[in-house]
């Protein structure tokens, strides 16, 4: 049984896709689609542009999608469907794209509530009131201890249980930077600060999660041919209301990485594609279940070997 996922934020690199676009021209015409979407050559930015710009929250999130609904279209050419794998899975923007490769959502569509959403997210938190910090080499409770030990009535949360020996907590800073030094004193192989421009999926979210609320409204969806295992529940869910109001309380929930990948092997998936940029996510599931196979779906060549 087999699974497709897609990587989140920080997967981003200038040149993304290039070579998809390249070889394959429905590639192309996902980028082409996101442009037009957004009515901005996005896709400059990708490929020619500087990192720095393309890491902002706003261009990041359409940009990943956009490279991950390329990949899976380079696939598809070669004759490899969505409905090939059992299940699709995202970490955290990626669940949008997850939904544009089971067709809930169109590529225009989720484009535009990927901008939405970074613009939502960076607004909702002045910069420099929050962060976030990846804790190594404590499990998932023992970080949700130390974030409360460290809150002192700030906000500071579980965000991201990635696999069990990396989570992150989100937050107001100072109270991030008192997390980091209590999961030190635990024992933490390592604790620190990521290069982040908010605090993501943490109560300070709450007004982006408004902003959503509305966006999602406003969005048809149809039903995933491929039932998605959600973040926020880490289980398979493919009732178009309940996706909508999960894509909302994802704003602020954790990301339950680990979980989700756990309850997938329980369910029979013993191979994963991840579609898109980079591979961190294959590290993480390698972590959290060493008998999942995976496979990266980033470039022509990546394409050829999975599909040959």
Known sequence: MKAFVFPGQGAQTIGMGKDLADAYPAAR???????????EKLSSLIWEGDIETLTLTQNAQPALMATSLAALRALEAEGVTVEAASFVAGHSLGEYSALAAAGTLTVADAARLLRTRGQAMQEAVPVGVGAMAA?????YDTVRAVAEEAAEGDVCQAANDNDPSQVVVSGHKAAVERAVEIAKA?????????????????????????????A???VDMQRPAVPLVANVVAEAVSDTATIRSLLVEQVTGAVRWRESVAWMAAEGVTEVWEVGAGKALSGMIRRIDRNIACKQIGTPADVTAATS
């Open 216 to 218: 999602l409204e406003e």
């Open 135 to 139: 804790l190594l080499g404590l499990d």
């Open 29 to 39: 015409a996902v980028f082409d689609e996101v442009d037009e979407a957004l009515g």
């Open 186 to 214: 635990k024992g933490a192989k390592r604790a620190m600060l990521l290069p982040v421009s908010a605090p993501f999926h943490c109560a300070l979210m709450e007004p982006a999660a408004g902003v959503m609320a509305r």
